[in-house]
């Protein structure tokens, strides 16, 4: 099967990246052009040589068009997703969750692709109004990011209904693991255990969150991919059905760094008064009656492979990252 991956050098989709290939399949690669001709995360993977890659711009239709051509499946994974530069300049969210994703339905539509799995994120439910949060959890845009990304999966299941296109929802939680950016907070947690700081900088560490092994991540998107009962279903979660404050995840990142540090709250880190999401705990019901999945990866064994991972990468610079 030829497949495309779009953002395929970034965090989630390196890693779909390998496990497809891994398992076959030919694997177009599609990441934003740059001037430097680097390929993210795929520059340094054991299965760089066995992809083509293609640079192009997920807002521009004819580069996303060109890259599809030929390929019987996509995997939607292209978006501007850190939620602090939303509020900063949310046009550019607009630009690319909305019209990005416009341009990958569109192009799918016009070549006759078999299957579109579009990515969405927890957050468009806001903070919860019930847990756990299921697939019909009302919608809250409590950023322009979040909003971005109602927009564009509203847009996809208008093509579904439209056109009679097999696009399907993938709705992860809160993803974590090996090639997670150092903005996000778990690896800043790691980060800032194995510096030279006296303390953990934090924004509010009362907020709740389901979170997810980027493995089973992945293995939840191929494997909704493959099922034939999608139904009509408009979205499905990935998730675990359970949830850490940020403050007990870092107790335990203490714990595995072996070392204690009192946590001190950076205001800067924390989002405009009604825009913080306070809790997120997925239902997983929709997911588990489809497939055969269930997260693999304890919350401790993840939280080792990402520390080992930033120590792999050296920690002299950490300081600076954070």
């Known amino acids: ?113 078999e299957r579109v799995i579009n990515t969405s994120t927890s957050e468009t439910y806001g903070s919860a109004q019930f847990v756990p949060m299921a697939e019909n959890h009302p919608k809250v845009g409590q950023s322009p990011y979040s909003a971005s990304k109602i927009a564009a999966d509203a847009l996809a299941e208008s093509f579904k209904l439209s056109f009679g296109m097999d696009i399907r929802t993938v709705r992860p939680f809160n993803t974590y693991g090996p090639r997670q950016s150092l903005r996000a907070v778990v690896p800043q947690i790691i980060t800032q255990c194995l510096s030279d700081s006296t303390d953990v900088s934090l924004g509010d560490i009362t907020t709740i969150r389901d979170m997810v092994f980027v493995e089973d991540t992945v293995n939840g998107f191929w494997r909704l991919s493959e099922v034939d009962s999608w139904q009509s279903y408009d979205a499905v979660n990935i998730c675990t059905g359970t949830g850490l404050s940020i403050e007990e995840i870092a107790h335990k990142i203490f714990k595995i760094c072996d070392v204690e540090k009192p946590i001190v709250t950076d205001t800067q880190r924390l989002r405009p008064q009604g825009s913080e999401v306070t809790k997120l705990i997925g239902d997983n019901k929709r997911l588990k009656s489809l497939v055969d999945w269930s997260p693999t990866t304890p919350i401790e064994d993840g939280l080792h492979r990402l520390r080992d991972w930033v120590l792999e990468r050296g920690t002299e610079d950490l300081g600076y990252r954070i």
């Open 1 to 113: 099967m030829k497949v495309l991956i779009t953002g395929a050098a970034g965090f989630i989709g390196s890693h779909l990246t390998e496990f497809l290939v891994e398992a076959g399949h030919d694997v177009v690669a599609f990441d934003r052009y740059n001037s430097d001709g680097t390929f993210g995360w795929l520059d340094t993977s054991h299965v760089k040589s066995d992809v083509n890659k293609v640079f192009g711009d997920i807002r521009d239709q004819d580069s996303v068009f060109g890259a599809m051509a030929g390929c019987d499946r996509v995997f939607h994974l292209a978006a501007l997703i850190g939620i602090p530069y939303s509020y900063v300049s949310p046009q550019a969210y607009v630009q690319t969750n909305i019209l990005g994703t416009l341009n990958v339905l569109q192009s799918a539509k016009n070549l006759g692709v």
